[in-house]
């Protein structure tokens, strides 16, 4: 029975001490406190970014026949070349040559502004080159005089040293003549300086003289380039005065006449910016003006402003007239039909080539980053994709290759927005 007792005492455990269990408390608590904080990093590295969503626009070209209509807008005739024609200085209108309608040639004469007080100016500066001229000629000759008076001193010098050499003379008299030589050469020295002040002189008053010239020549007002005279704007005896750039012709004040080459008449039109996309530059195009409704003008599309008027939500457009007459004047209500331009005919048997998409994509979608990318929305998580843009049609930014049309896009996407992070939209 003992024996049975001291086998069970041997297999009993013996209790850890009190502070083993405190370590082993510890290090439990250890270990679930780093795997709350590695779920928790890991929870907050994966966690969905919420963000903005926008989709590509698609417009499909037409495959309409050549000539169709595409689209109209209004606008107004316009002289490509026009001008508001001011005086450089101000001054009264002496002399008008011309009205509305003249015709002019590049020079040709307009106006003449009193001129008085710049002849007489003219007149004073010829004056003062004339005796800054005359000073000079005085100058000159007494840097003649003081150089023959430099000469005969030194002359005289050397004769005295030859004397005292031979005892003929006395001493004093090489003093003097030595004296004389530095006199004869301070007078020199003088004129040399008087001279140089006379060149000045004689440069500024030529100076003044062209000014003075000039002045005179700005009180004729001639024609900057062939033309035709679309309004007089003062008469003879009112004050006129520069104008500076960008003056509107029916609000110009001080102008003297409005100059506009009729040879160059185009049209500007509006155009709603998301219909921009349909016109192309060289585009074919009639237009018709209000004044005569029954007449219709071939014109082609010359220029597709690349900036938007974000008050109209509109883009500029030029359009060339190609047929002219004497009929059309410049700020004439017009409006302008775009037609379907031609396009080569489609081999014969061969099966036609669907109409291309031009995409667009908002520009707040697009970022750079060696290029310019996208964020694509695939399931939830963002990849993001290289792009190739091309022309710019408001806010919106026309990709030419990596998108098809039909995807989720992040709009304006953060700048720690990584290739395969997770998101959610809003």
């Known amino acids: 029975m003992s024996d049975l007792k001291a086998d069970l005492a041997s297999l009993r455990l013996n209790e850890a001490p009190e502070t083993s269990r405190k370590g ?7 270990v679930i406190v780093a795997l709350g904080g590695g779920a928790l990093a890991w929870r907050s590295a994966n966690a969905a970014v919420e963000v903005a969503t926008v989709t590509p626009s698609v417009e499909r ?18 002289a490509r070349r026009e001008a508001i024609v001011s005086s450089k200085i101000q001054g009264r209108l002496s002399e ?62 050397g004769v005295s040293e030859r004397l005292i050499a031979d005892k003929l003379v006395p001493v004093d008299q090489l003093d ?43 009180t004729v007002i001639r024609a900057p380039f062939s033309g035709t005279v679309v309004r007089k704007m003062a008469e003879i005896g009112e004050s006129v005065a520069p104008i500076p750039p960008g003056v509107n012709i029916s609000t110009a004040s001080g102008a003297i006449v409005a100059l506009a080459d009729l040879a160059t008449l185009e049209m ?44 109209k939500a509109t883009v500029l457009t030029k359009v060339t007239l190609i047929d002219k007459d004497k009929d059309l004047k410049p700020e004439m209500s017009a409006k302008v039909t775009f037609l379907e331009p031609q396009r080569a005919e489609a081999p014969v048997a061969v099966e036609a080539v669907p109409a291309k998409s031009v995409i667009l994509v908002p520009q707040s979608a697009v970022v750079n980053r060696d290029g310019p990318k996208v964020f694509e929305i695939v399931g939830d998580r963002v990849q993001m994709r290289t792009i190739a843009t091309g022309a710019v049609r408001g806010d919106r930014v026309i990709v030419t290759d990596g998108l098809a049309g039909s995807e989720t896009l992040v709009d304006k996407p953060a700048e720690t927005l990584k290739d395969g992070a997770a998101v959610k939209k809003r």
């Open 61 to 78: 070209r037409s495959t309409a026949p050549a000539g169709t209509p595409v689209l109209t807008a209004s606008g107004y005739i316009v």
């Open 176 to 218: 003097a003549n030595k004296s004389r030589v530095k006199l004869a050469e301070a007078a020199l020295a003088q004129a040399s300086a008087e001279r140089e002040r006379t060149v000045a002189s004689a440069a500024l008053a030529r100076a003044d003289l062209t000014y003075a010239q000039a002045q005179l020549q700005n």
């Open 24 to 30: 082993l408390w510890i290090l439990l608590a250890v």
């Open 96 to 157: 008008l040559r011309v009205e509305e309608g003249s015709q002019l040639r590049e020079g040709d004469l307009i106006a003449r502004l009193e001129s008085s007080d710049f002849v007489a100016n003219v007149a004073r500066a010829q004056a003062q080159v004339q005796q800054a001229a005359a000073s000079q000629r005085s100058a000159d000759a007494s840097i003649q005089r003081a150089e023959a008076d430099v000469a005969e001193a030194r002359r005289q010098l």
């Open 268 to 311: 500007e039109a509006d155009v709603n910016e998301a219909n921009v996309a349909k016109l192309t530059e060289g585009q074919p195009a009639e237009i018709t003006v209000e004044a005569f409704p029954d007449r219709k003008y071939k014109a082609v599309l010359r220029q597709v402003i690349p900036t938007a008027d974000r008050t």
